[in-house]
């Protein structure tokens, strides 16, 4: 199977660390040119000297908060001017606050929508433009809450939802530019989020962050998180020129736990 993902230019955004990281990783090892952003420029530099010590792709850094249209704006622009072009969009953010219904306020739903919906929306307005001089490819990343809320995470399993809604529509609008989009969704997948999440309803139930893990892991069939390596494959292959019939889908990479058909 042919990837043919060498040369291509790929922007991947919250990429300092976890899953955004890792699919940078992976799309380096493939040979692409990759744009990696986040918040912090310290962490983003760290982690382009790393990619750039695997001498495949090439890998630079943008420093960019997406819950800001004009940093949006800014991030795309540089990246096509950096690579000449921009052909592979990785949609990506940080994960919204815990809470229920009767905790969470007007500010924190505007928030979670800037962070989790709305920049995906402006990251692909932006893109736009450029993903339709060749084609090109949209990978969405959400949460296996797009199948099954999860308890606790209401802004999640609110504005997840909606990115499918999203991608199904655009897949339909963008297929005469041959764009192809499709959400990836992680069920527990091992980075700084899951263990923070872990942590967190370990206190809330008196027990130890490892006790935790062991409850989390009984609810997975393959008995296991997964390893961001093993996320950013699917999303790896979802970007290449192997996917050339699949648009508008979902696809959980979660271990079986969801069991919702
Ligand atoms: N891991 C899982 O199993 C899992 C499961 C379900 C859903 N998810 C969702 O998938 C996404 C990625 O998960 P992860 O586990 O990789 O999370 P993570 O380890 O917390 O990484 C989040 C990334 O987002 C960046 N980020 C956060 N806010 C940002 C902002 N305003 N602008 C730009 N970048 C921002 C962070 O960088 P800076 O802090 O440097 O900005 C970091 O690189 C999250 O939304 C998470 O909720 C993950």
Known sequence: MELQLEGKTA?????SQGLGKAIAQRLVLEGANVMITSRNEEKLKEVAQE??????GRVAYIRADVTKKEEIQRLVAQTAETYGALELLVNNAGGPPTGTFETITDED???AFELNLLSYIRLIREALPYLKKNGGKIVNIASSSIKEPIPGL???NTFRTGIVGLTKT????FAQYNILINTVAPGRIATERVAFLDQMNAEKFG???EEMEMRMKSAIPLGRYGTPEEFANVVTFLLSAANSYMTGQSF???GGMVKAI
Do not use: C, N
Not at 11 to 15: E, F, H, I, M, R
């Open 11 to 15: 922007l991947v955004v919250a990429s």
């Open 51 to 56: 990619l750039s010590e695997l001498h495949k």
């Open 109 to 111: 739903w505007y928030q």
């Open 154 to 156: 209401l802004l999640s």
């Open 170 to 173: 655009l897949a339909s609008e």
């Open 207 to 209: 027990i130890t962050k």
């Open 252 to 254: 959980l990479v979660d």
